[in-house]
């Protein structure tokens, strides 16, 4: 084994208790109650992570840990199966800049921000007054580095360095497509989700004209039960998240 971290006040653990998941933040004096038994926080600090005490699964907590049980949601999110994606999809490394329309509950931004690492760049705008409250402080608990730009504002375009990449989550993304396209470099990745179809026909005519290498995707997880003797598929997966559509400009 390598190098070994070990579990401090403040540091978040993700207990898995029953088959079921819980996101903590440690403090000496805090405690986790399942039923028949008590986690003492104060016991874990200073051993590693990646320890089974009693009924207790004790690990440090992956990015999407953080997104589905930290983060608090006061919006509909992108899901880790869909922004995991983005990020790649968007071509995002070490220092590149995005743009992001539509931070909501700040769940695609915390992906955006781990992508392009500290010295890259999220400015993300947000309309909504209680939204943007919220993802900011979901943005500064969670995010490791302070590369993130939250914006309470309506979206009507940017005026510093053009972007590598943006992306859009509006209920209607041609109302913003082209101030976002003037915002980004040329050839530069644009990605957007949507939640039903007829949403994705309106983006389309708007892609018709100054776009190019145009593409409508779904992504469908289907996870398996993780019994050795009786490999076969959940009974029940998520159907349906969002359709995602990714294009380039012209
Ligand atoms: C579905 S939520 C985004 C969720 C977000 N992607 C996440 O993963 O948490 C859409 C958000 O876009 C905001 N919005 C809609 N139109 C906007 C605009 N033109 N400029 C800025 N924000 C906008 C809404 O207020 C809403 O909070």
Same mark, same amino acid.
């Given at each position: 084994m390598g190098d070994i971290t070990l579990i401090e006040d403040g540091r978040l653990v993700l207990i898995i208790w029953r088959g079921r998941r819980y996101l903590k933040r440690i403090a000496p004096d805090g405690s986790f109650h399942g039923k028949g038994g008590m986690l003492r926080y104060g016991d874990l600090i200073g051993k590693p992570y990646g320890i089974r005490t009693g009924d207790y699964d004790i690990f440090e907590p992956t990015i999407e840990d953080i997104v589905m049980y930290g983060l608090k949601r006061e919006t509909q999110i992108v899901f880790p199966k869909e922004s995991f994606y983005i990020a790649f999809r968007l071509s995002l490394k070490k220092g590149s800049r995005v743009l992001e329309v539509g931070t909501g509950s700040g769940a695609n931004t915390f992906i955006l921000s781990h992508a392009v690492g500290p010295d890259g760049r999220v400015v993300s705008y947000e309309q909504e007054e209680r939204h943007f409250r919220n993802a900011k402080r979901n943005i500064e608990r969670?995010? @490791?580095? @302070?590369?993130v730009e939250l914006h309470n504002e309506e979206f009507t375009g940017f005026e510093g360095d053009a972007f590598d990449a943006a992306f859009i989550d509006v209920r209607e993304p041609p109302t913003v497509l082209e101030k976002v396209r003037d915002a980004v470099k040329g050839s530069a990745p644009i990605g957007m989700i949507l939640p039903t179809a007829n949403q994705v026909s309106d983006v389309l005519k708007a892609l018709e004209?100054?776009?190019? @290498?145009t593409e409508v995707l779904e992504i469908l997880i289907r996870k398996y039960k993780t019994v050795a003797e009786r490999v076969v598929p959940n009974?029940?997966?998520?159907?349906?998240?969002g359709y995602l559509v990714f294009t380039r400009t012209l």
């Open positions: 969670f995010c @490791d580095w @302070d590369n004209e100054g776009y190019g @290498d009974d029940r997966m998520i159907a349906h998240t």
